[in-house]
């Protein structure tokens, strides 16, 4: 009963049920105090009986509880997207499939226009750069990317199906070119390439940039086996049944993503060596993705997005119908305006080796050998070679 009542207590505050301002002050003390009274008040029985017993019973769960006391009572001040917002360049819109979007956007003078999608846990930001140099070619109309739902400082939506990872605000925000270029990275690439099929299939003339794409590139294309189907939706089904179960993700999630470090090492550890010395630049990306920790409901929406992802994978291995082959099939159409694709990954990439994109490569080759599928493999870049370096140049000529 003591163990339930703290928890309701817990929920409460969590939720905004009691001011936290109200009961608690933000002290080292006060840390320590309340965690000793919240682990020794679940063992207050054993007290009685053997005190011994209930101050090692303590000592092993007073962490935990001094974590969720800190984590759930003096949880970071929050804010509207619309107060975060870095630069002119960046601004909040609404579409037609989703409300308040943060975009990043730069107008250039040509007829093509370019739409970027960022990798999970990134946001627009990661393509700042890239954006503003395409934005001055002559053939470019206007570059522009947006937060993916449950990133960024995008508004995170109450319906859980609007997390699914798909090309909806993409094409609702060049809906008006007669010309596109997708570019999509890493987790994005799914997202770029389901966008670039759909305006193709409408009738714009599309082309695609893939760089460094988590698109799990198979042996062959096509369905998976029945024995690999039912293995993997049963695995992809109970870990969406964990993801959904939210209060205890939502303080796992806190306490990772707030950690003063976080950033810088996870950047780390997914940069090449090269651009992994260069701290500054590291840094000054880590405060970009670290941006999104501000905005009010942001472990709820990171976790939402990934219980719906897991649930479009499930329902992807249960029709067979993949992203890799939904684009061999546009490529190797002749009625389909989508004909030019483009992958970059860099060499010592560790968390999407740069054998996957060589047989995505291979692949779209071999179904659509009229297509134009090229590789750029870029020395000493890990997985965000457009973070790590200069691909304006490479992707600027790919577009002309």
Request: hydrophobic letters at 50%; aromatic letters at 4%.
């Amino acid at each position: 009963m003591r163990l339930l009542l703290l928890l309701r207590v817990a929920a409460a505050l969590s939720s905004g049920a009691l001011p936290p301002s109200a009961v608690y002050k933000p002290t080292e003390t006060g840390d320590r105090a309340l965690s000793w009274l919240a682990a020794l008040g679940v063992f207050a029985k054993l007290v009685k009986r053997r005190p011994a017993a209930a101050v090692v019973a303590g000592l092993l769960t007073q962490p935990l509880a001094a974590g969720i006391t800190r984590d759930l009572l003096r949880a970071p001040v929050l804010a509207e997207p619309v107060t975060l917002l870095p630069d002119a360049n960046s601004r909040i819109v609404s579409t037609k499939p989703l409300e308040g979007v943060r975009i990043v956007a730069y107008e250039g003078r040509g007829a093509v226009a370019v739409h970027a999608s960022h990798g999970f846990g990134s946001t627009a930001e990661s393509f700042q750069e890239l954006l503003e140099a395409l934005s001055v070619q002559l053939n470019v109309a206007s570059v522009i990317a947006h937060d993916h739902p449950g990133f960024g400082l995008t508004k995170r939506p109450s319906q859980r199906h609007k997390y699914m990872l798909g090309g909806d605000v993409a094409l609702a925000l060049t809906r008006n070119a007669s010309s596109v270029v997708f570019i999509g990275h890493s987790m994005g690439a799914v997202s770029a390439t389901d966008a670039a099929v759909r305006a193709a299939e409408a009738g714009t003339r599309t082309a695609l940039v893939l760089i460094a794409p988590a698109i799990v590139a198979g042996r062959s294309i096509g369905p998976p086996s029945v024995k690999r189907r039912s293995v993997i939706a049963r695995a992809v089904g109970a870990l969406t049944k964990l993801v959904v179960t939210r209060w205890p993700f939502r303080i796992l999630v806190r306490r990772l993503v707030l950690a003063k470090d976080f950033w810088p090492r996870g950047l780390g550890a997914t940069y090449g060596e090269r651009a992994r010395q260069d701290t500054d630049q590291l840094n000054a990306y880590a405060k970009r993705y670290a941006r999104a920790a501000g905005v009010v409901g942001w472990e709820r929406g990171l976790l939402a997005f990934c219980a719906a992802r897991l649930e479009q994978v499930l329902n992807a291995l249960l029709t067979g119908d993949s992203i890799e082959a939904r684009l061999a099939r546009a490529l190797r159409s002749a009625y389909i305006p989508l004909d030019r694709v483009l992958v970059i990954n860099g060499e010592d990439d560790a968390l999407v080796p740069v054998a996957n994109a060589r047989r995505l490569v291979e692949n779209l080759r071999t179904s659509a050998p009229a297509a134009s599928v090229e590789l750029v493999e870029i020395a000493g870049a890990g997985h965000c070679p457009h973070e790590e370096g200069d691909v304006s140049e490479i992707v600027g000529n790919f577009i002309k």
